[in-house]
Each structure stands twice: as C-alpha cells, then as structure tokens.
C-alpha cells in the first residue's frame, strides 16, 4: 500500500486538482493507496473544500488541525496514521506533479533504497541560491548523497517508525536523520511547475534559522547518546591548556625573570575552571540522557502492549474515510 501524505496550509484552490492528480496516480500505477491530507489551521477552507470532496474518494482522508502548528507538526500528525508500507511526501502547492513524481518516487525505491529525495529541475525562485548554500553545507556536515534536501520524499515505512520525535522546523532534516540511521538514500530528478494558487509560507528569513538548525541537528545526532565526548572533550582541551600554560609560566618564574605576568595567569586558571565545570556538565548530560533512554524503552514496551491487547495506538484511522479532528 502506497500513502501519500499532503500537509496544507491556505491551500483551497489547489486541493481539488491535487486530489485528482493523486487518484489517477492510483488509478494508472494499478496499487492501492491513500492520500493523507493535513490541513494545518487554514482560514481559506481547505478542509472543507477536501472534507467536501471525500464522497466518492474512498482513498482520501482527512486530519484537521485548529491551529496552525507548523509543517513539521503536520508530518508528524500524518506519519502517526499512514497505513502504507511507502510514505510519499508530498506539497499541496502543485510545485511537484503528483502524476508525475508518485511514479518516479516508487521507481527509485524500488531499486533497494530506503529513502528517495527528488531533485527539482527548471526551478526559478528568488530562493534558489540561499537553498544551495544550504544543501552544500548540509551534505558537508552531513554526507547525505542528496542535491535537494528539502523537497519531495519517499520512505519505506520502517524509516518513519524509527524517526526519533521531531521538534519545531525538522521537517527539512529527514534526509539527514535517515543517513545518519544508516539507511541507503537515492536521488530522483523531478520537474518543478510555478505554484498555480496561493502563495509560499516560506520567505529569505528562514535561511538563517535553517543554517543554525544544521548545527544544532549535527551537535544532537552526534552527541545525544554520548554527551560526555563533547562536553567532556572541551573540558580536558581546557584543562590542558591551563595546565601547559601555568608550566610555562613556572618556567619564566624559575629560570628567566622573576616577573609575575598576572592577565596570563588569571587567564588560565579561568581556562581551568571552565574545564572543571565543563565536565561536570558531561556527567549531567549523561544522567538525563540515560534517564531519557529509559523512558524511551518503557514507552515503546507500553504501545506494544496496548497493541497486543487490541488498542489502537491512534484513534480514528480504522475507516478510510475518518475525519480525524486533531486540537493543541
């Protein structure tokens, strides 16, 4: 089974035809499949022009959502309820055609990879330079083998069900979490068509908050399970350094000039106490770390059991044409 999963904001005017896209998608591929739509607080009746087109379209379902939340929240909301065995992301913007690219997507996975990311061709955006340096540096930080990192996307189901929980804005590292996890990623050419209706929810402002969001996201995947080599390691650099520079200063004191050279002496032993409590903020990070692990493993022993006894983990997904109705 094949879900296709649409977040969709302010969208009205282009969910009509994205849902026909989707179906004769369907229809001409001969799978069964289901089109996940998110509707993330939207004030232009994009939920109800769907809600409205859902007779007739047993494949369509439908999450609302009262507020707008954010487009990381919509794919969490949607990757909760998927019942397919390939999650296609895809925008409601009608940038990428669904006709077009569900094809393409399910191809590429069907080569043995574990993520597919589509590469957009013919864009022209004003945007179009900043998400370069942005993918550059993310392939640098990150060795995703990807020239797209924040377009349109495939995974086999496994791949979502080990995605840790995703905080605010971590839609755009799904390639990176799942590179780091160790699953094979492919790239896929696709076209990309100006937006028909509406207009993006994304300007220049956010290329700064993408940039230190890779920071952050390289510190977490690297460090998260093994806090003290970072913390750890700045604390013994620190101590080192005062260590080397109070013997050198004993040097100058015995042996060359007995002039006491203060700013240098402070200075280390500032390095010395900034160490110490560098450390000691390793060992703090280990405790939560650990403590979060175990909760972790209780959480995932209590969905199994509330599985076994026949209790759906998430509620309202068992008729195709659910309307799940979703408050925060």
């Given amino acids: 089974m094949v879900s296709v999963l649409v977040p969709a904001r302010d969208e009205a005017d282009?969910?009509?035809?994205?849902i026909e896209k989707v179906g004769r998608a369907f229809a001409a591929l001969d799978v069964r499949g289901e089109l996940v739509l998110v509707d993330d607080g939207s004030t232009d009746g994009t939920a109800d022009v769907a809600a409205a087109l859902q007779a007739g379209r047993p494949f369509l379902r439908l999450i609302r959502h009262q507020r707008n939340l954010g487009l990381t929240a919509?794919?969490?909301?949607?990757?909760?309820?998927?019942?397919?065995?390939?999650?296609l992301f895809l925008p409601a913007d009608l940038e990428s055609d669904p006709e077009e690219d569900i094809p393409k997507l399910l191809a590429k996975l069907a080569e043995g990879y574990d993520v597919v990311a589509g590469w957009r061709q013919g864009r022209r955006?004003?945007?179009?330079?900043?998400?370069?340096?942005?993918?550059?540096?993310?392939r640098l930080l990150f060795n995703v083998p990807a020239h797209d990192m924040n377009w349109i996307k495939g995974f086999r189901r496994q791949v979502v069900e080990t995605l840790p929980p995703l905080r605010s804005d971590w839609h755009r590292f799904l390639l990176h979490i799942a590179a780091h996890q160790g699953y094979r990623i492919g790239e896929v050419r696709t076209n990309w068509y100006p937006r028909r209706a509406g207009r993006s929810k994304y300007g220049l402002s956010r290329i700064p908050i993408s940039l230190l969001d890779v920071l952050v996201i390289r510190f977490l995947l690297t460090f998260s399970h093994a806090p003290m080599r970072f913390f750890g390691g700045l604390?013994?650099?620190?101590?080192?350094?005062?260590?080397?520079?109070?013997?050198?200063?004993?040097?100058?004191w015995f042996f060359r000039e007995h002039t006491q050279k203060r700013p240098i002496f402070w200075l280390a032993g500032g390095l010395a106490l900034a160490g110490l409590l560098l450390i000691l903020v390793g060992f703090v990070a280990e405790l939560i770390v650990s403590t979060g692990e175990r909760l972790e493993v209780l959480e995932r022993s209590l969905q199994e059991m509330q599985v076994r006894?026949?209790?759906?983990?998430?509620?309202?997904?068992?008729d195709e044409n659910d309307e799940i109705e979703r408050t925060d």
């Fill in 14 to 18: 282009n969910i009509p035809t994205l």
């Fill in 74 to 87: 919509a794919l969490s909301a949607g990757f909760r309820v998927v019942r397919g065995d390939v999650i």
């Fill in 125 to 138: 955006e004003r945007k179009v330079f900043a998400s370069g340096i942005y993918n550059f540096a993310s």
């Fill in 235 to 252: 604390g013994l650099a620190s101590l080192s350094i005062s260590a080397v520079t109070y013997l050198v200063l004993a040097y100058f």
């Fill in 309 to 318: 006894g026949g209790v759906s983990v998430v509620g309202g997904a068992n």
